[in-house]
């Protein structure tokens, strides 16, 4: 799909598109005085991506679905069914069922409903997803639609007229994310938030964002966005409401009910996985995804917190999502786009500054950790500390590392990967202040990692003579050999004591680097 302008599904909708009918409580055009209005020129010159005339702005109506039928229209979406948590620890298992998600109305209805359920523990997507796994559980019941795999789009209008769920825990989301992830997992080949909210009405919450995500793998994920209040003390639960993203080559813009209100441009967004390239990863096709989240990491840790069960069940109602396109240029969607001048240009996030190896070695640690490496942690359970400390002597400030934990790691990681297959070894100096509860099998080990799955794997190490300074020099082809993709690496240094056998262990480190 990702090279088509839209599916030939499409052609199959059961609405009168070229009358627009919009559903029952929604005037038919209600956008189209935003889009310029239709011009009329004759059927035979209308561009064959197009399934009605172009607007006057040049965008012209290219999917899209008025909900008139008498059920969800599998031609169009599909139900994603999981009780994975969305990554973001939802209380809510996402299922197909029509309890959760209908058509009535002329209107999608998506509703969470507090009812425990079990499903797959893992989303949709994953090579390991078993949809007669029950190891997942919820609290709730939800839907999530999705036209993965039906239809997707790069570049163009994608609008959705609704009325939003209200009440501490509701999150609802109007987004796309890549149907092909060229640039590998989330956020490498990005996200478009088009509309979020969470515990609208709770004390007087009216805000509705939009925002991207991208950057690097976890923890280099970023992402930045705006935030909008309806003119007039109007709240996005009260009422429908029009919201939609304009997408083109290197810009997207927000909009509510017409009015543009945010602008990111390709200088403020970046994939690790090809700083070369300054339009990634928002260059490639999308596809749309409707759902009504309960709880999660957002919702839960604001406004009043957590989720109030009274509230529910809540509804997420849409009248029509409708996908446009610009006649002007399809292939990179300019020359359609509109404002009034008045929104907020965001500028996003830079991306990292590339590590200064061009000498002899690329150093990690001496004395301080040296851009764009920075120290993480890892723990099943407990915490590691970490601080620079003065060691005295030669050393002068080192790295020290405790650990009140017996399952945990310390690494030095960038958000970005780099070609480190030129270096022969990796060298540090390690010190141990203070030994693991059991001294007798005390050992150490090292990794690196090329965005973790890949890996390096374990490298065993003895451990040193308790306050003695030892130098260690790890042959990167032993690490390559093991796994190691050294021409894309993120995390070049980790280092632990052997797993369940760490509590109570103080490191001291310097002088880390590779070496050619």
């Keep these: 799909m990702s090279s088509k302008?839209?599916?030939?599904?499409?052609?199959?909708?059961?609405?009168?598109?070229?009358?627009?009918?919009?559903?029952?409580?929604?005037?038919?055009?209600?956008?189209?005085?935003?889009?310029?209005?239709?011009?009329?020129?004759?059927?035979?010159?209308?561009?064959?991506?197009?399934?009605?005339?172009?607007?006057?702005?040049?965008?012209?109506?290219?999917?899209?679905?008025?909900?008139?039928?008498?059920?969800?229209?599998?031609?169009?979406?599909?139900?994603?069914?999981?009780?994975?948590?969305?990554?973001?620890?939802?209380?809510?298992?996402?299922?197909?069922?029509?309890?959760?998600?209908?058509?009535?109305?002329?209107?999608?209805?998506?509703?969470?409903?507090?009812?425990?359920?079990?499903?797959?523990?893992?989303?949709?997507?994953?090579?390991?997803?078993?949809?007669?796994?029950?190891?997942?559980?919820?609290?709730?019941?939800?839907a999530r639609l999705r036209t993965k795999g039906l239809a997707d789009w790069k570049y163009g209008r994608f609008e959705m007229r609704a009325k939003l769920p209200q009440g501490q825990g509701s999150w609802p989301a109007f987004w796309m994310l890549p149907t092909e992830g060229v640039y590998g997992g989330?956020?490498?080949?990005?996200?478009?938030?088009?509309?979020?909210?969470?515990?609208?009405?709770?004390?007087?919450?009216?805000?509705?964002?939009?925002?991207?995500?991208?950057?690097?793998?976890?923890?280099?994920?970023?992402?930045?966005?705006?935030?909008?209040?309806?003119?007039?003390?109007?709240?996005?639960?009260?009422?429908?409401?029009?919201?939609?993203?304009?997408?083109?080559?290197?810009?997207?813009?927000?909009?509510?009910?017409?009015?543009?209100?945010?602008?990111?441009?390709?200088?403020?967004?970046?994939?690790?996985?090809?700083?070369?390239?300054?339009?990634?990863?928002?260059?490639?096709?999308?596809?749309?995804?409707?759902?009504?989240?309960?709880?999660?990491?957002?919702?839960?840790?604001?406004?009043?917190?957590?989720?109030?069960?009274?509230?529910?069940?809540?509804?997420?109602?849409?009248?029509?999502?409708?996908?446009?396109?610009c006649s002007e240029d399809f292939a990179t969607g300019k020359g359609c786009g509109m404002t009034d001048g008045d929104f907020v240009l965001n500028p996003g996030i830079q991306p990292p500054a590339a590590p200064d190896g061009d000498g002899d070695e690329l150093v990690i640690f001496d004395g301080e950790a040296k851009a764009p490496y920075s120290w993480f942690t890892w723990t099943a359970s407990g915490d590691i500390g970490y601080a620079t400390v003065d060691a005295g002597g030669d050393y002068g400030d080192v790295a020290e590392v405790t650990y009140n934990t017996n399952q945990g790691i310390g690494f030095f990681q960038s958000d970005a990967t780099y070609d480190l297959s030129a270096y022969t070894y990796v060298e540090f100096d390690l010190r141990v202040t203070a030994e693991p509860a059991d001294p007798g099998t005390a050992s150490l080990t090292f990794r690196a990692d090329c965005v973790y799955p890949c890996s390096s794997g374990d490298y065993p190490l003895d451990m040193p003579a308790l306050n003695e300074w030892t130098h260690f020099q790890i042959p990167v082809m032993d690490l390559t050999n093991a796994g190691l993709n050294a021409a894309s690496v993120n995390t070049p240094f980790i280092i632990s004591?052997?797993?369940?056998?760490?509590?109570?262990?103080?490191?001291?480190?310097?002088?880390?680097?590779?070496?050619k």
């Excluded at 639960?237 to 017409?258: C, I, N, P, Q």
């Excluded at 967004?269 to 300054?278: F, I, K, Q, V």
């Design 497 to 515: 004591p052997g797993w369940d056998n760490q509590l109570g262990a103080v490191l001291q480190l310097d002088n880390i680097r590779w070496v």
């Design 5 to 142: 302008l839209f599916h030939a599904s499409l052609l199959s909708l059961s609405i009168g598109l070229v009358a627009c009918g919009g559903g029952s409580s929604g005037g038919a055009n209600d956008n189209d005085a935003d889009l310029g209005g239709p011009v009329d020129p004759p059927a035979s010159d209308r561009p064959e991506q197009c399934l009605e005339d172009p607007m006057n702005s040049g965008y012209c109506l290219v999917w899209a679905d008025e909900f008139s039928g008498d059920g969800i229209d599998s031609a169009n979406w599909s139900h994603e069914v999981n009780c994975w948590g969305g990554g973001n620890n939802e209380a809510q298992c996402y299922v197909d069922d029509a309890e959760n998600a209908w058509v009535a109305d002329d209107m999608l209805h998506i509703k969470a409903i507090r009812q425990d359920a079990v499903g797959p523990s893992r989303v949709d997507d994953d090579p390991a997803y078993d949809p007669n796994d029950t190891s997942g559980s919820g609290s709730y019941t939800s």
């Design 186 to 325: 989330w956020p490498l080949s990005g996200e478009i938030d088009i509309v979020e909210a969470v515990n609208l009405k709770v004390g007087g919450e009216d805000k509705v964002h939009g925002t991207l995500h991208y950057g690097g793998s976890w923890p280099g994920n970023k992402y930045s966005g705006e935030s909008y209040q309806i003119p007039g003390g109007l709240n996005p639960a009260d009422d429908f409401h029009t919201y939609a993203v304009e997408w083109e080559e290197g810009e997207v813009r927000w909009y509510v009910d017409g009015d543009h209100y945010a602008t990111q441009t390709s200088e403020g967004w970046y994939t690790t996985a090809d700083l070369e390239n300054p339009l990634a990863p928002f260059d490639q096709s999308f596809h749309l995804i409707l759902n009504l989240a309960v709880g999660g990491n957002w919702p839960a840790n604001v406004n009043d917190t957590g989720i109030d069960e009274s509230v529910f069940p809540q509804e997420f109602v849409i009248d029509y999502v409708r996908v446009y396109q």
